[in-house]
């Protein structure tokens, strides 16, 4: 019997029945859809976690390494199960040329590394998360040049420089727990301990990396702090366990936050699609109401008719939703099987989307009991004598016909019966607002990271060409080469050498612990605070966001650093956003001390008509092994994966807020014209035409829309800002300042939009439009 209810109401309500149904199927979709990206990425990472054996704290170190002090570090520390050093081969990206073109890595920012499979624990896998073995000639690749260079099994590698050579035969590609995101600028290739060997002997150079794994995990901020306050090599960025998790859930973690957001908006324009759809079926069915009341039929009994309908529609939807979201499932988590593999099956991973589905249904039988309510303010008499709901109207009593001035007549009748129903159009204009948002958002926030400003959030000022330096026995001297040859090259506008020192800070808790600050004049590049300046004097120190929130500081408080061997106040004169090394840095106008340098950077800007790429040219060949970025060329290669699919998430958002628009205007026209067939029929009988009533309903979408149009870019200015600002936090850069694109947020989507609410009103009115006038009046 409820079949032939769907069935018959179908029949007669085809359109109205049929966007409910691909309504409630798309939310079911995007819903089930998000929970399972979010499954899986959660699953995936654990799994890789698990397979590679990831170490809890590493520590990098550049310089000669004394093992003695590992030893007795090791054996006196009763958190440590297990440690292990890694030599790690750095070597210069001119030198490394991959698959069949032989294109070189010289433009690449990522820092190099051959490495051999580690013994016990952080093991590189291969695709299928097998712990990786290479034989001599083979090598095994980083995922990220699969992807940037279109790499397959069994393509060459050649590694040349000067009269030596050496060629490589892809054996595998890595999933490296610790390098794998590309986020992360630096690369392990895995190749033989022979290979490696030979390798060491004609180029590059080793840096090592301490890897410990621990007794309790829950101890990690003790083993650091016990680590920071050793004699332990230091040299270089220190990473742990947390870290590891948070970069390589990093990427799809934002664009699963996005869907849901896209997911939740979704699911709150599904009620209001309901509430629309449910109201014109019932005033369709008015007089048919009327009926049933007045032979005594039960009010709940009505009401059940009705929840049957639309239990059937809801369970089908729901059910398609689910059941296409598997079928597409591959477009949303491909890069997490990419990147970190597919998640072992579990009862969870399957369920979680499909508890996200029955919340959907849930939902809409929900308010549909809340809307049927509305059933019992329905007088059987009333419904009987006029068959249609009389809808109150209230002011706009000052807009009178006989004092238009320069208005048309149908504008005006338009503007008139808006301002007199404004209460009905309300939730219109909601919901306009939401398509906005859902489109803009997307729109700006990609807009922002291909955006050359984005550079401001890695802590670095906006420069033309960035030269790294990396610790060696000779990098002081080499620097000041450097510095020397461009202050006399008459190419360069300006320049700023930095130089990153690692120091002691004292922590809330009383312990020291380690913190990379630089040291330089930070007026030349200036950067974008969130709050206070730039150091002014060598008594002032500035803090990254998270550096602040962990140390509990804010702009004008004091900590204490250990400089040169003695204690010295600080004064927090800034705080500045950094999503580079963890977001833990500080800038500073301290003295250095050469044997706790990190690393050398030299910031510099090219005179107008001068070649950037000539100019990086130039100096990657007299400076060699010195790494020469573009810094534009930097974010598209860190952030490109992330890039790229936020691009189909601003697509598919894109895609859904105009749906939405167009499903949404044609249940309210449907709704409007029901309730409107009286007066229309009246119209008609005065000599207005078809086109004369479709132009007034036209007016009032338009005036409508534009209404949210401009509120929805108010609200993508103020609370999507403060989304992007929550995303954001995540990496370090909480004030995220959204670049929108004028042309596009303003006047393209906007264009559209009321392009497709203008056609959407077009078509929904004509099929009022040729229904018979006497019929209505005798209605």
């Given at each position: 019997m409820?079949?032939?209810?769907?069935?018959r109401?179908?029949?007669?309500?085809?359109i109205?029945?049929?966007?409910?149904?691909?309504?409630?199927?798309?939310?079911?979709?995007l819903?089930?859809?998000?929970?399972?990206?979010?499954?899986?990425?959660?699953?995936?990472?654990?799994h890789?976690?698990?397979?590679?054996?990831a170490?809890h704290?590493?520590?990098?170190?550049?310089?000669?390494?004394?093992r003695?002090?590992?030893?007795?570090?090791?054996?006196?520390?009763?958190?440590?199960?297990d440690?292990q050093?890694?030599?790690m081969?750095?070597?210069?990206?001119?030198?490394?040329?991959?698959?069949p073109s032989?294109?070189s890595?010289?433009?690449s920012?990522?820092?190099?590394?051959?490495v051999?499979?580690?013994?016990?624990?952080?093991?590189?896998l291969?695709?299928?998360?097998?712990?990786?073995q290479?034989?001599?000639g083979?090598?095994a690749?980083?995922?990220?040049?699969m992807?940037?260079h279109?790499l397959?099994i069994?393509?060459?590698?050649?590694?040349?420089?000067?009269?030596?050579?050496?060629?490589?035969?892809?054996?595998?590609?890595?999933?490296?727990?610790?390098?794998?995101?590309?986020?992360?600028s630096?690369k392990?290739?895995?190749?033989?301990d022979a290979?490696f060997?030979?390798?060491?002997?004609?180029?590059?150079?080793i840096?090592?990396?301490?890897?410990?794994?621990l007794?309790?995990?829950s101890?990690l901020?003790?083993?650091?702090?016990?680590?920071?306050?050793?004699?332990?090599?230091?040299?270089?960025?220190a990473?742990?366990?947390?870290?590891?998790?948070?970069?390589?859930?990093l990427t799809?973690?934002i664009?699963?936050?996005?869907?849901?957001?896209?997911?939740f908006?979704?699911?709150?324009?599904?009620?209001?699609?309901?509430?629309?759809?449910?109201?014109?079926?019932?005033?369709?069915d008015?007089?048919?109401?009327?009926?049933m009341?007045?032979?005594?039929?039960?009010?709940?009994e009505?009401?059940?008719?009705y929840?049957a309908?639309?239990t059937?529609?809801?369970a089908?939807?729901s059910?398609?939703?689910?059941?296409?979201?598997?079928?597409?499932?591959?477009?949303?988590?491909?890069?997490?099987?990419?990147y970190?593999g597919?998640?072992?099956?579990?009862?969870?991973?399957?369920?979680?989307?499909?508890?996200?589905v029955?919340l959907?249904?849930?939902?809409?039988?929900?308010?549909?009991?809340?809307?049927?309510?509305?059933l019992?303010?329905?007088?059987?008499?009333?419904?009987?004598?006029?068959?249609?709901?009389?809808?109150?109207?209230?002011?706009?009593?000052?807009?009178?016909l006989?004092?238009?001035?320069?208005?048309?007549?149908?504008t005006f009748l338009?503007?008139?019966d808006?301002?007199a129903?404004?209460?009905?159009?309300?939730l219109?204009l909601?919901?306009?607002?939401?398509c906005?948002?859902i489109i803009?958002?997307?729109?700006?926030?990609?807009?922002?990271?291909q955006s050359?400003?984005?550079v401001?959030?890695?802590?670095?000022?906006?420069?033309?060409i960035?030269?790294?330096?990396?610790?060696?026995?000779?990098?002081?001297?080499?620097?000041?080469?450097?510095?020397?040859?461009?202050?006399?090259?008459?190419?360069?506008k300006?320049?700023?050498?930095?130089?990153?020192s690692?120091?002691?800070?004292?922590?809330?808790d009383?312990?020291?612990?380690n913190?990379?600050v630089?040291?330089?004049?930070?007026?030349?590049?200036p950067?974008?605070?969130?709050?206070?300046?730039a150091?002014?004097?060598?008594?002032?120190?500035?803090?990254?966001?998270?550096?602040?929130?962990?140390?509990?500081?804010?702009?004008?408080?004091?900590?204490?650093?250990?400089?040169?061997?003695?204690e010295?106040e600080?004064?927090?004169?800034?705080?500045?956003?950094d999503?580079?090394?963890?977001?833990?840095?500080?800038?500073?106008?301290?003295?250095?001390?050469?044997n706790?340098?990190?690393?050398?950077?030299?910031?510099?800007?090219?005179?107008?008509?001068?070649?950037?790429?000539?100019?990086?040219?130039?100096?990657?060949?007299?400076?060699?092994?010195a790494?020469?970025?573009?810094?534009q060329?930097?974010?598209?290669?860190?952030?490109?994966n992330?890039?790229?699919?936020?691009?189909l998430?601003t697509?598919?958002?894109a895609?859904?807020?105009?749906?939405i628009?167009i499903?949404?205007?044609?249940?309210?026209?449907?709704?409007?014209?029901?309730?409107?067939?009286?007066?229309?029929?009246?119209?008609?009988?005065?000599?207005?035409?078809?086109q004369?009533?479709?132009?007034?309903y036209?007016?009032?979408?338009?005036?409508?829309?534009?209404?949210?149009?401009l509120?929805?870019i108010?609200?993508s200015?103020t609370?999507?800002?403060?989304?992007?600002?929550?995303l954001?936090?995540?990496?370090?850069?909480?004030?995220?300042?959204?670049?929108v694109?004028?042309?596009?947020?303003?006047?393209l989507?906007?264009?559209?939009?009321l392009?497709?609410?203008?056609?959407?009103?077009?078509v929904?009115?004509?099929?009022?439009?040729?229904?018979?006038?006497?019929?209505?009046?005798?209605?």
């Amino acid at each position: 019997m409820l079949l032939q209810i769907v069935k018959r109401d179908f029949q007669r309500n085809k359109i109205i029945t049929l966007v409910l149904f691909v309504f409630i199927l798309l939310s079911a979709l995007l819903m089930a859809a998000a929970s399972h990206m979010i499954m899986e990425l959660s699953g995936s990472l654990n799994h890789l976690l698990a397979q590679s054996k990831a170490p809890h704290y590493v520590q990098m170190h550049a310089g000669p390494l004394d093992r003695d002090t590992v030893q007795r570090f090791v054996s006196e520390q009763p958190l440590i199960a297990d440690q292990q050093t890694v030599e790690m081969l750095g070597i210069d990206g001119s030198h490394i040329f991959l698959g069949p073109s032989g294109q070189s890595e010289e433009n690449s920012v990522m820092d190099i590394g051959f490495v051999r499979q580690n013994p016990s624990f952080d093991l590189l896998l291969n695709l299928d998360n097998q712990v990786i073995q290479v034989a001599a000639g083979e090598i095994a690749v980083p995922i990220y040049y699969m992807q940037q260079h279109n790499l397959k099994i069994g393509d060459p590698v050649r590694i040349a420089s000067g009269t030596f050579e050496q060629e490589f035969t892809i054996a595998h590609f890595v999933r490296d727990v610790q390098m794998n995101p590309s986020i992360v600028s630096s690369k392990r290739f895995v190749v033989n301990d022979a290979d490696f060997r030979r390798l060491q002997g004609n180029l590059g150079e080793i840096e090592y990396l301490l890897e410990f794994q621990l007794t309790d995990l829950s101890k990690l901020s003790e083993f650091s702090n016990a680590y920071q306050a050793s004699d332990m090599p230091n040299k270089g960025p220190a990473i742990d366990y947390s870290l590891f998790k948070t970069l390589n859930a990093l990427t799809d973690g934002i664009i699963a936050i996005v869907i849901i957001l896209v997911s939740f908006l979704l699911m709150l324009i599904a009620v209001l699609c309901l509430r629309f759809t449910m109201i014109a079926t019932m005033e369709e069915d008015y007089r048919e109401i009327g009926v049933m009341k007045a032979i005594g039929i039960p009010q709940q009994e009505i009401k059940r008719i009705y929840l049957a309908k639309y239990t059937v529609i809801a369970a089908l939807s729901s059910l398609g939703g689910y059941f296409i979201s598997l079928a597409v499932m591959r477009l949303f988590t491909a890069n997490i099987s990419l990147y970190l593999g597919a998640a072992p099956n579990s009862w969870l991973k399957h369920t979680v989307p499909v508890l996200a589905v029955c919340l959907i249904f849930g939902m809409v039988i929900l308010f549909c009991r809340m809307i049927l309510r509305r059933l019992s303010r329905i007088s059987a008499v009333e419904a009987l004598r006029s068959g249609t709901v009389h809808e109150k109207r209230s002011g706009a009593r000052w807009l009178k016909l006989d004092k238009r001035k320069y208005m048309k007549v149908n504008t005006f009748l338009g503007l008139k019966d808006l301002m007199a129903r404004i209460s009905t159009f309300t939730l219109l204009l909601f919901v306009y607002v939401i398509c906005v948002f859902i489109i803009i958002v997307p729109v700006n926030l990609l807009n922002t990271l291909q955006s050359p400003g984005f550079v401001a959030y890695m802590g670095v000022g906006q420069s033309d060409i960035r030269i790294d330096l990396q610790q060696s026995k000779d990098t002081e001297q080499r620097f000041e080469r450097l510095t020397a040859a461009i202050d006399n090259d008459p190419e360069i506008k300006r320049y700023s050498p930095l130089i990153t020192s690692r120091f002691k800070v004292l922590g809330g808790d009383g312990v020291w612990e380690n913190l990379n600050v630089e040291s330089g004049d930070f007026s030349i590049f200036p950067l974008s605070y969130i709050s206070g300046a730039a150091p002014g004097n060598n008594n002032e120190l500035a803090l990254s966001d998270l550096n602040a929130s962990e140390l509990d500081k804010k702009v004008g408080d004091t900590l204490v650093l250990l400089v040169g061997g003695a204690e010295k106040e600080m004064k927090v004169s800034g705080i500045y956003q950094d999503i580079t090394n963890g977001g833990r840095t500080a800038k500073a106008q301290l003295p250095h001390d050469p044997n706790s340098v990190l690393w050398y950077v030299v910031a510099l800007d090219v005179l107008p008509g001068v070649s950037v790429q000539a100019k990086m040219d130039q100096y990657a060949e007299a400076f060699y092994p010195a790494k020469i970025t573009h810094l534009q060329s930097y974010l598209s290669q860190t952030l490109g994966n992330t890039i790229s699919q936020l691009k189909l998430v601003t697509l598919l958002a894109a895609g859904i807020g105009l749906s939405i628009s167009i499903l949404i205007t044609s249940l309210f026209l449907k709704m409007q014209l029901a309730k409107d067939s009286p007066q229309m029929a009246i119209m008609r009988s005065l000599g207005f035409t078809r086109q004369d009533i479709r132009m007034q309903y036209l007016v009032r979408l338009l005036l409508i829309s534009v209404t949210g149009i401009l509120f929805g870019i108010l609200a993508s200015g103020t609370i999507g800002q403060s989304l992007v600002g929550l995303l954001g936090s995540f990496m370090g850069a909480s004030r995220i300042q959204l670049v929108v694109n004028p042309a596009a947020a303003y006047l393209l989507l906007p264009a559209v939009l009321l392009l497709v609410v203008t056609v959407t009103t077009l078509v929904s009115s004509r099929s009022r439009g040729t229904s018979s006038i006497t019929k209505q009046i005798v209605a």
